[in-house]
């Protein structure tokens, strides 16, 4: 086993990104991603990437300032599966808190599905406490390019800013 030291940087994601940001959805995820970039030149939502030296991508997440009043809400949040578990997660939504905190907000909220308990357990660590649940649906593309929606109860969480 070896040690492997990297620098990384967080910066707002970019549509010239977008081609290199393929790990972090299905068919069809990059089309989400788009819109947000276009709501992000809007100010209605913020778009990060934490990029090694290269500049590429290697995690990159939303966070909406519309969805709840006075809050900022973590979304499609994805790290490289490469480099899962090393911390990049960690580091991207303390830089999304930053930014929130930055726009006079003093409350991050997010919302995870119930499936979905290990992303969970990295919010819990992270401060975030469960306050409801709610159906949530959104669309998702399979191979062959067709849209569904599905469909999945979303635990809802927030943390106070300080
Ligand atoms: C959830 C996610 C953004 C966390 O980023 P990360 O860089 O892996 O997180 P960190 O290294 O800072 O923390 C690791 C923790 O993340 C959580 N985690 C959630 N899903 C994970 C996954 N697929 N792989 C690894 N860790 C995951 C675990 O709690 C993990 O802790 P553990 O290794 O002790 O189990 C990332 O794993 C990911 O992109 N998962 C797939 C997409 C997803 O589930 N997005 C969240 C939707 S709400």
Not at 104 to 124: F, K, T
């Amino acid at each position: 086993m070896a040690t492997f030291r990297l620098e990384v940087t967080v910066r707002d994601l970019r549509r010239d990104d977008l081609p290199g940001c393929g790990w972090a959805g299905g068919p069809g995820h990059l089309g989400f991603v788009t819109v947000a970039l276009r709501r992000a030149e809007l100010g209605e939502v913020e778009y990060l990437a934490v990029c090694p030296p290269t500049d590429l991508p290697l995690a990159i997440g939303g966070v909406d300032y519309t969805r709840r009043p006075g809050a900022g809400t973590l979304w499609q949040l994805a790290v490289h599966p490469a480099v899962r578990s090393c911390g990049l997660g960690t580091l991207l939504i303390g830089a999304a808190e930053r930014r929130i905190a930055e726009r006079g907000h003093d409350r991050a909220e997010l919302s995870v599905a119930e499936d979905n308990p290990r992303a969970r357990a990295l919010y819990e660590r992270l401060g975030y406490l469960a306050y409801g649940r709610e159906p949530e649906e959104w669309n998702v593309v399979t191979p062959d390019g067709t849209v569904t929606r599905h469909r999945a109860t979303c635990v809802l969480m927030r943390k106070p800013l300080h």
